[in-house]
């Protein structure tokens, strides 16, 4: 069997913004921190650009990915030299600035910002994603207009939040701070979104980027059937995450009886049961794009997720679905709103 070449289709893009046209499966690069094993720059670069080249232009980092912004430095150079300023200008990195609480000036949001912008190689920040610890602390209104200010100065296109709940982005957009997205856990397991956030979105033009959509792998065939497994057998960062939100959300016999009914679906469509999984989610009114977690140059599903593009769930699939999440723990009552899990 060859490897053959694939290119994804023109569905798998939207308009995100008036100048940014992206792929609704987006590149995570968390899986490139070390959480998640190791990783050989020099073969997750040759990779990106494989990505690049397949259709899979939009990426998700953060300024605490390890090395995730130098890794996009360093792409766009190599990039630039295959397919010059045109082959930059179809390129999207979406970051994230995570800054502890502390006090928010002027010097340090623009020292974040530059450090981002040196590090990825790049005159203005695609997207900027805020992420805030601590709503009692409100230093980050001051970090918010003070990134406002860097945005109007053109370095940074558009402005985003990460894992924000519905009452503080909406606090934000009354306030007149334009907000293009938020990124939030959004998956067949955790739906919270659906509970107001989706709402408020549709209502103001903000999207939802959504994480955790394949629960770390553990919405996957590989976990079909297998007995639970102990703590020490999940071995990355997100099958850790994940599989702690599982538990609070019906635990692994119900579990099993999602990845069933998930294995049927899949096996209708010809497609497998993280395609399921995904295309679920990206079919949700505010959803611009998924993103999924890439072990770059270590493990490869480019292959199997183009097939997100070429189906879609029915009726009755819904009602299959919805049936097993029926029987499911409500995790807004539990955790709280989107976000909540980081502020204890
Ligand atoms: N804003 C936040 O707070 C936040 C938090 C978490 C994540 N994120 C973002 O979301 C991204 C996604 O990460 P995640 O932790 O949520 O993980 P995820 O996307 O739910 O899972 C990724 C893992 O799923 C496995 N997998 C199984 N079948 C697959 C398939 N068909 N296609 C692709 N992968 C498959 C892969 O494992 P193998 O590699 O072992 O094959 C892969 O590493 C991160 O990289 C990051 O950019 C953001």
Redesign the pocket.
């Known amino acids: 069997m060859g490897m053959r070449k694939m290119t994804l289709p023109p569905v798998s893009r939207m308009q995100f913004t008036s100048d940014m046209h992206i792929c609704r499966i987006?590149n995570?690069?968390?899986?490139v921190s070390g959480a998640?094993g190791p990783i050989d720059p020099r073969a997750a670069i040759q990779n990106m650009l494989e990505y690049h080249r397949e259709g899979f232009t939009t990426w998700?980092?953060?300024d605490h990915?390890g090395p995730a912004e130098d890794f996009i430095g360093e792409f766009r150079r190599q990039l630039a030299k295959a397919g010059g300023t045109q082959a930059l200008a179809a390129s999207q990195a979406f970051t994230?600035w995570v800054p502890s609480p502390m006090k928010m000036t002027r010097p340090v949001v623009r020292e974040a910002v530059e450090r981002s912008l040196r590090r990825m190689d790049v005159e203005r920040l695609d997207l900027l994603?805020f992420?805030w610890w601590d709503y009692t602390n409100p230093n980050y209104l001051d970090a918010l207009a003070y990134l406002d200010e860097l945005r109007e100065q053109g370095k940074i296109r558009h402005l985003a939040l990460?894992?924000f709940d519905t009452a503080h982005l909406e606090a934000l957009l009354k306030n007149g701070i334009h907000i293009v997205s938020n990124?939030?856990?959004f998956?067949l397991i955790d739906r919270r979104p659906e509970v107001q956030m989706v709402q408020l979105c549709q209502e103001h033009g903000v999207w939802l980027l959504p994480?955790?959509?394949?629960?770390?792998?553990l919405?996957?065939e590989?976990y079909l059937g297998r007995a639970e497994p102990r703590p020490w057998e999940l071995n990355?960062?997100?099958l850790q995450?994940?599989k702690h939100m599982v538990d609070t959300w019906g635990g692994w016999k119900l579990f099993q009886e999602l990845l069933q009914t998930l294995k049927g679906i899949a096996d209708k469509h010809q497609v497998?049961i993280?395609?399921v999984a995904v295309r679920y989610v990206l079919d949700s009114p505010v959803v611009a794009g998924v993103?999924?977690?890439?072990?770059l140059g270590?493990?490869d599903?480019r292959q199997?997720?183009g097939q997100i593009f070429g189906f879609m769930l029915d009726e009755q699939d819904h009602v299959q679905i919805q049936t097993v999440l029926d029987r499911s723990r409500d995790l807004y009552r539990l955790i709280g709103d989107c976000g909540d899990e980081?502020r204890g």
Do not use: F
């Not at 995570?28 to 899986?31: I, N, R, S």
């Not at 994480?211 to 792998?217: E, H, L, V």
């Not at 993103?291 to 072990?295: D, T």
């Open positions: 987006i995570g690069m968390w899986q998640h998700d980092l953060a990915y994230k994603q992420h990460t894992n990124q939030v856990q998956s994480y955790g959509t394949m629960c770390g792998g919405l996957s590989i990355t960062a997100s995450k994940y497998t993280p395609n993103i999924l977690g890439v072990r270590a493990a599903h199997e997720t980081y």
